[in-house]
């Protein structure tokens, strides 16, 4: 006699695994829709943003929150990312070889030039930043580790674009580039002839694109093809001249081939 089966959908299995392979899915939309907003967000909000059911995201922010990835306002029913986020972040920089070796050279320049010095890698058409020591003269103060910024509007993006192919960077980035500021360049052309001279002089510079009144240059880390990570050094664009950008550009270049080097050595790719 065959064997009763109580729920037949589940006997391969197929029904069961989609439904949580989309649970887990969303859940990682939420996540991400939740860092990429620095307000606090409700279950409107988010089922604005999302568009996923209000049945569905009940269930969804109730797990995350007894998890510690979202924190509540009880006044508000508003919700915001939790600890456990940060934790995770935390490990993945705790787990990367390269961390250690890049801050020291953030240290290097910081202390050669006494401006701002940012290590980031590409992740897409944009860069995050892994770490980062402010200038002591710095007058903001925050530590940008963790966040992301495109790639065509900061000089550590050019620099890591500048390591692909015309073709690879048409097939990556979209027609129309966003703008920050006045200045940043949104055209695929001036991507390439930005690319194309970053390439000729050995790093990459942009002025005011990302953040105005900010100018920076960067350098890729040669120790991938193509290279991932890159280091650049923002200035005040009242504090240097066009030839102290230079130098800091040509310092930056000789710092992160002496880097590449030493990740070689150390046999880390």
Known sequence: MPQKVDNPAATDGAPAESSGVKSARRAVDLIETFAANDVWLSLSDLHARTGFPRSSLHGLLRTLLEAGWLEADANTARYRLGVRALICGTAYLDRDAVVPFATEALERIREKTGFTAHFARRNGTEVVYLETRESQRSTHLVSRVGRTLPTHATALGKALLAELTHDEIEALMPPSLIALTPNTITSLDALHAECAATRERGYAAEIEEGTLGVRCVAAVIPYRIPG???????????????????????????????LGQQLRRAGIR
Not at 229 to 254: K, W
């Open 228 to 258: 991932t990570d890159a280091i650049s050094c923002s200035m005040p664009i009242s504090q240097v001249t066009d030839a102290d950008a230079q130098r800091v550009g040509e310092l930056l270049a000789e710092t992160t081939a002496e």
